[in-house]
């Protein structure tokens, strides 16, 4: 675990200090003149499950409600439960808070699809790098941490994770580095190299968990986009069970299937809703990354939905823009 989460933060840290001495220097070249950083290389601080290099905007709270239904694709079934409608396999409310335009501190309730359920989880999430319009900077940086905890009723079983022996077996922990380029006023595209640990696994499994999420927004009209995203895990061959590529490949019945979703994204007013298609049960990032079994091929695929809504505690000004708000 060490060895892991001390590369990561040293990675994280030379992209900070990067960013502080480049900061500097500009700041000694311009005499102060003002950068014009790239806005809105996406929408919200969320593309479909995973976050984006947005941050929420000073004094405003971000208010998200997320839902996932069950397969709508399986034989036999999902003519009886409404395309999977009457199953809802995870459902999340998130509060994120602005504490400045680029460090945001968030707390969120999510009921988890995987081994381990009601999930409590406080973030920390700091852009550390802005993309400028003159392509001097040409991407930007969000680093993002979250600790999570299970209020799970203790199981008997031995053998379950929720068995839970310690109390600190209940925590998981999760960091990224979000890396992100608006290309035109169209495209905007994502990399999220992740590191998920868990206190308790099952046996054979690894606490630590590498992955790398691939993300992108295409819009088709001034208010609403195409989005998609993917978790491929990083593993060494023979590691553990989860591969590569089994739904490319064909592979049935593997136990684990790589997080595919894609969704359409809409904005009205002060809301933001998303309505995707996704292969995964789960909804957070530390229950959906490591258990995912559906197969899109299969038709283990569910329909779900995300509703943003920004609240600003300044008069006058938007809760989206940080801008005055016009009448």
Same mark, same amino acid.
């Given at each position: ?21 480049? #900061? ?5 070249? #311009? ?7 790239? +806005? *809105?290389?996406?929408? !919200? ?26 397969? +709508? /694709? ?13 199953? *809802? ?22 009921? /988890? ?23 001097? $900077? ?39 580095? +979000? ?33 790398? !999420? ?8 001034? $208010? ?10 990083? +593993? ?33 007013? !002060? ?9 995964? #049960? ?17 038709? !283990?695929? $569910? ?25």
């Amino acid at each position: 675990m060490n060895k892991y989460i001390v590369s990561f933060i040293l990675l994280c840290s030379s992209f900070i200090v990067k960013a502080q001495q480049e #900061d500097l220097l500009n700041s000694m070249l #311009d005499e102060g003149k003002k950068k014009d950083y790239v +806005m *809105a290389t996406f929408k !919200g601080t969320r593309l479909i499950n995973g976050h984006t290099v947005e941050t929420t905007k000073k004094h405003a709270l971000d208010f998200l409600i997320t839902h996932r239904f069950g397969d +709508m /694709g399986v034989k036999g079934i999902s003519g009886h439960t409404l395309l999977g409608i009457d199953n *809802a396999s995870d459902i999340q409310f998130v509060f994120e808070y602005g504490v400045t335009d680029d460090i945001t501190l968030g707390i969120s309730r999510t009921q /988890g699809a995987g081994k381990v359920r009601e999930l409590y989880t406080g973030l920390f999430k700091y852009r550390v790098y802005k993309q400028t319009t003159n392509n001097k $900077r040409p991407f930007t940086i969000t680093l993002l941490a979250n600790a999570t905890i299970s209020s799970m009723k203790k199981q008997s079983d031995p053998l379950l994770i929720s068995s839970f022996p310690k109390f600190g077996n209940r925590m998981s922990y999760l960091v990224e580095a +979000m890396i992100a380029r608006k290309f035109n006023k169209w495209l905007s595209v994502q990399l999220t190299p992740t590191f998920l640990w868990r206190n308790l696994v099952d046996y054979n499994d690894n606490n630590g968990l590498f992955f790398m !999420g691939f993300g992108a927004r295409a819009k088709v009209t001034k $208010r609403s986009s195409i989005i998609f995203e993917y978790y491929l895990p990083l +593993m060494g061959k023979g590691q553990n069970y989860r591969e590569y590529f089994p739904m490319i490949t064909g592979k049935k019945n593997a136990t684990y299937y790589p997080s595919l979703h894609i969704g359409y994204e809409l904005e009205t007013g !002060g809301h933001v809703f998303h309505i995707n298609l996704t292969n995964s #049960d789960g909804l957070l990032e530390n229950d959906f990354l490591p258990f995912n079994s559906k197969n899109w091929a299969q038709g !283990g695929f $569910r329909l779900g939905f995300t509703i943003s809504r920004g609240f600003y505690f300044s008069k006058g000004t938007n809760a989206w823009t940080g801008k005055p708000k016009r009448f």
